[in-house]
């Protein structure tokens, strides 16, 4: 038992770079900021204007604009060239490695499962890729969406296996629309670009229909895999005693288990069909009764008739052969409890509590979870194994069917306190995708507990029920903590305490993440100027690669979405371009290192190509999600004066006091609603810069750390210019 396109040049160091829904060209904002900032700080390196630029201005025109929502994955580089003579930013990115069909059947899917698709189909070779593409691409509506959901989240390893066959998940599918036009408690209701399903629940002598979230139905009535199985067609009788995959055969000997227990039975037994024929609800709201209660009460009678409280020599996690053999413990329970809830149209996942040898159910209705075990007839009983047994969780999670885990401890243990694990490597940076696994001490004796994998951040949090001795163990590419293996190092020495949070951490010592090294340019004496980047960046999400532990393919890995993720940001001269891409130490003119969004202007410093870079090198299991939109100005019209036709939009007053030997204030106008600031010296260096987001304001300087002399202050909106000149005497 129990996981981007105009003309630059982007190159990846070792994965492609993914498009999401496209790459689109959309009006740029500019960025607004409620804070004044020192110089430099954000907007890149310090630039030198010339002197004859306080009283004459850039007419700053948009040349080019790159907007895209795009995926980086782990050692990967995304990458835009700002050419100068073509005035013109280019994005080029090589295809992951992808097939036609597989292409095509991205294409043909619904968009919010496009990226998805693109990750898992990168990761299996040609032969698997056409395989699966064909069955998305050959399915009638409205078996889509259902088929290239199982496709794009199933680990890729398993559906490389060769044991599971594209038609079973256009079977299954089918299925599933087939059993809903006969049940009476559930409809699927079908939108643009997804499917989910209502029911009609029971409540205080009313009845009312309630619609589940979008995932809530993919993962758990759609998805064909219930925990460490591989779903494939079964010969249900063929023992699995020794090979999980003994019993695989097509049909018509083989069968799929949402097929079978519908409508066939073994003799002196009745299919599900029959026990949900007459039910009207989905669950009564009943607690830990069968009659009554809907088709949760239903399953909970053909699970107790179908199957004894036993166990032999063989202990089968594939529903059909846990069907044939009419026998299975908890382990058995729990799988052939949500093979039986899922063809019922149920939503329905285990509860698994490994370090004390249990596991049950849960199912949802209404707005969440509820607890079920069927063999014991406890619906909606949270407590009853603590209360009522006195089990003492270390955790509790619940699987998801890629092999992920679902920390569900605070629904069933009165008392928890959480774990922040930190995973650093030898040189004390932070391990992405690292599995950190716990175990926990009863009776003096070691049992394993659960799993969970370390974001980009380096952490994995976990909720644990308090009051037992927790130990670790970290796993990674690079190498293990400890390092001996089937060996763990103490977390929690003693019984943790209800609502504390403990830190730890763990470090791989004999290993090394990859690492950029880089320093920060010297600006130049003198600033070419005449180009400007704008750049707005975010990173919402990134979606890490972690272990399924247990799972009858060895190696299997789920992909995890984490919300918020980061990533880092250059701007390069080709020569140092070209050093980063060979792994070599370079130099950024502008740098910022695993940031999570931005907003800056950068002007160029030379007559040279710039490259922005965004870059996912340092990391190994971790794809980056990014929002990205970049405009490249230039100024095209030289310098010239200002346009005649503003001078009474953008204003600013003399400094108040000047001379001043502290602070002076301003007042401004502009004529729109965001402009720019900044601050010159004689020598023509810009020393303090800041955004304008109000059209008439005043601005007070603090120049207690500037030295004595003549300083210039510009307002601009973009179109208008405006300048005051005021005098520090310290």
């Avoid at 299954?172 to 408690?185: G, K, V």
């Avoid at 502290?662 to 609603?673: H, L, M, V």
Wanted: negative net charge; contains cysteine; hydrophobic residues 35%.
């Amino acid at each position: 038992m129990r996981y981007i396109i105009l003309v630059f040049v982007l190159v990846v160091l070792c994965s492609p770079v993914f498009a999401g829904d496209g790459v689109t060209t959309k009006n740029f904002s500019p960025p607004v900021s409620v804070e004044w900032e020192p110089a430099f700080s954000t907007y890149g390196p310090q630039m030198v204007i010339h002197p004859e630029m306080f009283y004459k201005s850039l007419r700053w025109e948009l040349a080019d604009s790159v907007s895209a929502h795009i995926v980086v994955p782990p050692g990967s580089t995304y990458s835009i060239l700002a050419d100068i003579l073509d005035r013109s930013l280019a994005e080029c990115s090589p295809e992951p490695y992808l097939t036609e069909p597989a292409r095509n059947a991205i294409e043909h899917s619904p968009g919010w499962l496009r990226q998805d698709l693109t990750i898992t189909f990168s990761r299996m070779n040609e032969i698997f890729q056409d395989m699966f593409a064909e069955v998305i691409l050959e399915a009638d509506s409205p078996y889509v969406d259902e088929i290239a959901f199982s496709v794009a989240r199933m680990p890729a390893e398993i559906l490389s296996c060769s044991y599971l066959s594209p038609g079973l998940l256009l079977e299954n599918a089918e299925d599933i629309y087939y059993q809903a036009s006969l049940l009476n408690y559930v409809e699927l209701v079908e939108y643009e670009d997804y499917t989910t399903a209502r029911y009609r629940i029971a409540s205080d002598d009313d009845t009312s229909w309630v619609e589940i979230p979008r995932d809530i139905y993919y993962w758990y009535v759609v998805h064909p895999k219930i925990t460490d199985e591989t779903p494939m067609y079964l010969d249900r009788f063929v023992s699995l005693a020794s090979d999980p995959f003994a019993g695989y055969n097509e049909p018509p000997f083989g069968a799929w288990w949402r097929s079978f227990l519908w409508s066939e039975s073994d003799a002196g037994y009745s299919p599900l069909c029959e026990y949900l024929d007459t039910i009207d609800v989905l669950w009564a709201g009943l607690h830990n009764t069968i009659d009554g209660n809907g088709a949760v009460g239903a399953v909970t009678q053909f699970v107790q008739d179908v199957l004894e409280f036993d166990s032999g020599s063989e202990r089968p996690h594939q529903p059909l052969r846990i069907y044939t053999l009419h026998m299975g413990r908890c382990g058995e329970h729990e799988d052939f409890t949500v093979a039986a809830a899922r063809t019922a149209l149920i939503p329905s996942r285990g509860a698994e509590a490994i370090s004390t040898d249990h596991v049950w159910n849960e199912f949802y209705a209404g707005i969440g979870w509820h607890q079920w075990e069927p063999v014991n007839t406890y619906v909606d009983d949270y407590f009853v194994y603590e209360d009522g047994w006195g089990k003492v969780f270390a955790s509790v999670y619940a699987p998801r069917s890629d092999g992920y885990t679902e920390n569900v401890t605070y629904n069933y243990s009165h008392d928890t306190c959480d774990i922040k694990v930190y995973v650093l490597d030898g040189a004390g940076r932070r391990v992405d995708g690292a599995d950190v696994i716990l175990a926990a001490e009863y009776d003096d004796h070691l049992y394993f507990d659960t799993w969970g994998t370390t974001a980009s951040s380096g952490v994995a949090l976990f909720r644990l029920g308090a009051g037992v001795r927790m130990y670790g163990r970290v796993e990674h590419p690079i190498g293990s903590y400890p390092t001996s293996p089937s060996t763990v190092a103490p977390l929690l020495s003693g019984p943790g305490s209800d609502g504390r949070t403990y830190t730890r951490t763990m470090n791989i010592s004999s290993g090394r993440m990859p690492y950029l090294y880089y320093t920060e340019a010297e600006p130049p004496d003198t600033a070419w100027g005449m180009m400007k980047l704008v750049v707005n960046y975010s990173v919402p999400y990134e979606k890490v690669l972690g272990t399924s532990f247990f799972d009858d393919v060895d190696g299997a890995m789920y992909i995890q979405r984490v919300d918020s993720g980061s990533i880092y940001l250059f701007a390069l001269n080709e020569t140092n371009y070209s050093l980063y891409l060979a792994g070599e130490p370079f130099e950024a003119y502008f740098a910022e290192p695993e940031a999570d969004s931005g907003n800056f202007e950068f002007i160029f410093p030379r007559e040279e190509n710039i490259y922005l870079v965004l870059s996912n090198y340092s990391r190994m299991r971790t794809y980056e999600t990014i929002d990205l939109d970049v405009k490249l100005y230039d100024g095209t019209s030289g310098i010239a004066e200002p346009p005649a036709r503003r001078p009474e939009m953008v204003s600013i007053s003399p400094g108040y006091p000047n001379p001043f030997n502290a602070r002076t204030s301003f007042d401004y106008s502009i004529g729109g609603s965001s402009g720019r600031l900044r601050i010159y010296n004689l020598a023509g260096e810009c020393v303090f810069h800041c955004n304008i987001t109000e059209p008439v304001g005043r601005f007070t300087w603090d120049a207690r750390d500037f030295p004595s002399g003549i300083y210039l202050v510009s307002v601009t909106d973009g179109e208008g210019f405006a300048r005051s000149r005021v005098l520090l005497l310290k």
